[in-house]
């Protein structure tokens, strides 16, 4: 029958008749195939009525639940399994943790293994592991490196979880130490390994350490795969080699979507407008499609270029040819083109025919008119700005700044008063 629910239903009323409706396996795996099929009301119903129910039940459908993005199912299987004192495991654990961390359900996952504690799991590796994805992923990067250092042996994937949820909440520099640790440790680092660490790098700007990881790579016989090859580009796009980064591009066997744009991007950081287009035009060459994030990059090389025409080109096109609908940082792109190029009154042509433009394309639009003096239209787009988020005193700032350098100082302390009568504060600014 599949995964397709009405076939479903018709096994099931099959089972009823024949009187096979008591057979676990069979019921376990139609609930299975119910929780495939992304409908949880009917496998809930299943559940209730299997006869006997045992742990292989319940960790598949916490499992499958999980992976078909029903989190809050798996963590209904699993309270139900404590309900029916069925045996947990650490694979019950691992998925219900994993549920919750792809969630970021931190208050649910801090009850999982509370259980888990009780239940003698508590230094089970596989256990542990997960508990350490899952509190990186919640941001509670000082507990997950606590289950770290309790445990009894780390896994090259436990040092890879620790490492990435490090990158990935802006702590770089940590990344970078423990990965020394690891390597310290005699622990072997795989490719995983090297695409957090670069990323950490890119993060920093250390092209001599991003370098030496590169060295390391190339040492040691691993294969540049799309993901590492792509770390590789941004590192050394976003430490200011591009000529590098294009050298481990065009060596790739393999390139996807992600490893043309990380590419246009670092064209487009570094100003060069026409290779990043140069480079679009080749992409679709070799028939890879550009996505959303493809089209940010593009449009933002072309502003930098000062490239009015070709970003226009390119904008249309992506409509046109490509089915894509233009999101808001696709309009912050255009805005920021016409602007820096002083096409000012072109970009608030552009933004009147924008459904809806929001405080990031009016901020845009603000600086431009900053950068180029004129001074009337940033009042217009200060005031619009204000308009839409009245509760943000940063706005007021704003709008008092652009009328003290239009030279309307009524204004300004109008602006100041009606901060004082909202009770609203200017943030205060440090310096080190």
Not at 154 to 176: C, D, L, P
Not at 369 to 396: F, I, T, W
Request: hydrophobic content about 40%.
């Amino acid at each position: 029958a599949g995964p397709r629910l009405k076939p479903l239903r018709q096994v099931h009323a099959h089972l009823i008749v024949t009187g096979a409706y008591r057979s676990r396996s069979l019921l376990t795996k139609l609930a299975a195939l119910a929780c495939t099929a992304k409908s949880t009301s009917y496998t809930r119903k299943l559940c209730l009525f299997i006869p006997d129910p045992d742990s292989y039940l319940f960790n598949t459908l916490i499992r499958i639940s999980s992976k078909v993005g029903f989190q809050s199912d798996a963590v209904f299987f699993f309270n139900r399994m404590l309900l029916c004192l069925i045996p947990l495991s650490n694979y019950t654990f691992t998925s219900t943790i994993k549920a919750c961390a792809d969630v970021s359900a931190l208050r649910l996952g801090r009850s999982v293994h509370s259980v888990a504690l009780v239940n003698g799991f508590g230094l089970d590796s596989f256990v542990q592991a997960s508990l350490v994805a899952f509190y990186a992923k919640c941001g509670q990067l000082r507990i997950a490196r606590k289950v770290f250092d309790e445990m009894p042996q780390r896994s090259v994937i436990a040092w890879n979880t620790m490492i990435s949820g490090y990158e990935q909440n802006g702590f770089a520099e940590k990344s970078v130490e423990l990965f020394n640790l690891m390597v310290e440790s005699g622990v072997e680092a795989d490719s995983t390994t090297f695409v957090s660490v670069l990323s950490a790098c890119a993060q920093l700007g250390a092209l001599e350490l991003g370098s030496s990881v590169h060295n390391h790579v190339i040492d040691h016989g691993f294969e540049v795969n799309v993901h590492l090859g792509t770390a590789l580009i941004n590192m050394y796009c976003r430490c200011g080699n591009v000529r590098k980064a294009r050298e481990i591009f065009d060596g790739m066997r393999d390139k996807n979507v992600v490893a043309w744009t990380a590419m246009i991007s670092g064209y487009g950081i570094h100003g060069c407008g026409k290779e990043a287009v140069k480079l679009y035009h080749l992409m679709k060459t070799y028939g890879t499609l550009p996505n959303e994030v493809t089209f940010v990059s593009l449009l933002s090389a072309c502003a930098h270029a000062g490239m009015v025409n070709e970003g226009r080109e390119i904008y249309t096109s992506m409509t046109r040819d490509h089915g894509l609908v233009p999101g808001t940082e696709h309009h912050v792109c255009m805005v920021d083109l016409f602007g820096r190029a002083g096409l000012l009154k072109e970009a608030f042509d552009f933004i009147e025919e924008v459904k809806r433009p929001g405080p990031a394309i009016w901020t845009a639009i603000l600086g431009a008119c900053k950068m180029h003096k004129n001074y009337d239209l940033g009042v217009q787009a200060a005031e619009r700005l204000l308009s839409l988020d009245p509760g943000n005193s940063g706005h007021y700032v704003t709008l008092s700044n652009v009328y003290a350098l239009a030279g309307n100082m009524d204004r300004v302390e109008t602006v100041r008063n009606m901060m004082k009568k909202r009770r609203l504060k200017k943030h205060v600014g440090y310096s080190i």
